[in-house]
């Protein structure tokens, strides 16, 4: 009985180390664009969106995401292991130079399964390829909150 008890809790604990998840945005310091909301459209944002999935994946393996969410997603294989990757926009407000009040997208990356090596350095790289196409489109003003 004891074997059993310790078999399942070291399965319990080894699924728990292999299996991860992170987020990063262009607003709270852990990516690019730190600070930054991008006065796109929600056309415009979608298509630097794909333009970003497209450099990491294959485009038949890349899924459109449900409402409400505003995004894509795929999957990244490293061995075995697989890690699901989604690049998203959230509506937000901000605050441009000349202090007006002004709406537009600030981006997120996340990867959630048990590749978190594959996972992580991808999500960083979609977020750098998306935030550098969008400070080159549109023009930027400093967040001051996310839009539900």
């Known amino acids: 009985m004891k074997y ?4 399942i809790t070291l399965s319990i604990l080894s699924l728990s180390l292999f299996s991860c ?5 262009s607003v709270d310091g852990k990516g690019e664009g730190v600070g930054h909301v991008y006065i796109v459209s929600e056309a415009i944002a979608k298509r630097l969106m794909m333009a970003a999935m497209k450099s990491q994946f294959n485009p038949s393996d890349i899924k459109v995401l449900v409402a409400p969410k505003l995004g894509f997603s795929s999957k990244v294989q490293y061995g075995i292991d697989k890690d699901t990757v989604e690049l998203v926009a959230l509506k937000a407000n901000g605050v441009n ?10 981006f997120s990356a996340e990867h959630h399964g048990t590749a978190p090596a594959a996972g992580s350095p991808t999500i960083g790289r979609l977020l750098a390829h998306v935030v550098k196409d969008a400070e080159a489109l549109g023009s930027t003003a400093k967040f001051s909150q996310l839009i539900n």
């Not at 059993?4 to 078999?7: A, Q, R």
């Not at 998840?21 to 945005?25: Q, V, Y």
């Not at 130079?97 to 600030?106: A, H, I, K, L």
């Open 4 to 7: 059993i008890v310790k078999l």
């Open 21 to 25: 998840s992170g987020t990063i945005n």
């Open 97 to 106: 130079r000349e202090g007006n009040n002004v709406s537009g997208y600030v």
